[in-house]
């Protein structure tokens, strides 16, 4: 049966021109000026793209004007998106691609649990994603927001806020990528996040399902988990 289904998709993938993806620099999600290690993301699409025989490109873009090229634009894609119900009719929810842990980090030797940080002075966070929606729901007034997620770790660094609320992974990823002094201190786990391939709203549902079917085959296949493992060195263990 499934074979059928997805013998019946394949002329209009076909005629699909590529899988466009917008993306922002997210490291080591999606890293915007490495193209040899472009990142999770970014493989795992190039790599989804190919299985469905069609074209790939990737655009970097600040995270709310990529959110918005593919909610307004037309069968284009968006990873990795957060899931949320503020979104849920704005996107077709393809795949769900990864799950991940996001922490308080300090650069004081301090550790943050949820309560804790809501008493601080400034907590810093990425304008336009989940993570800002998750801490406005929970009441949080003292949210700081960059459109740069590497500028929150700079000011983290620099002794300019308390705390960030970031994945743990990407927080070690652009200290080490930017040469920050010290080391973060990486808080308890107080959030989890399902990170999706989204298309634009009433994507070609043939394009949808066929997309679907090649992304279960690569984590059947334990090549969602490679990538993923791949930029995991023991610098973030």
Known sequence: MLATMVAL????????????????????FAIADSAERPGIVVELGRELARRAGIGFSVSFEPWARA???????HDAAIMPLGRTPEREDRYTWVAEVLVYGVNFVSADGRRHDLDGARRLGSVRVQD??????????????????????????????????DAWYVPEIEARWLWHRHGLAGTPTIGPRVGVEQAWLALSPGADPDLVAALRHHFQTMVDDGTRDRVVASYSPPLFK
């Open 67 to 73: 959110q918005a090229e593919v909610r307004d634009g």
């Open 9 to 28: 998709v394949w002329p209009a993938v076909a005629d699909a021109v590529e899988l466009r993806l917008h993306t922002a620099d997210f490291p080591p």
């Open 128 to 161: 336009g994603t989940s993570f800002l929606e998750d801490l406005r729901a929970k009441g949080f007034a003292n949210l700081k927001t960059a459109t740069d997620t590497a500028d929150n770790a700079r000011i983290l660094a620099a002794g300019r806020a």
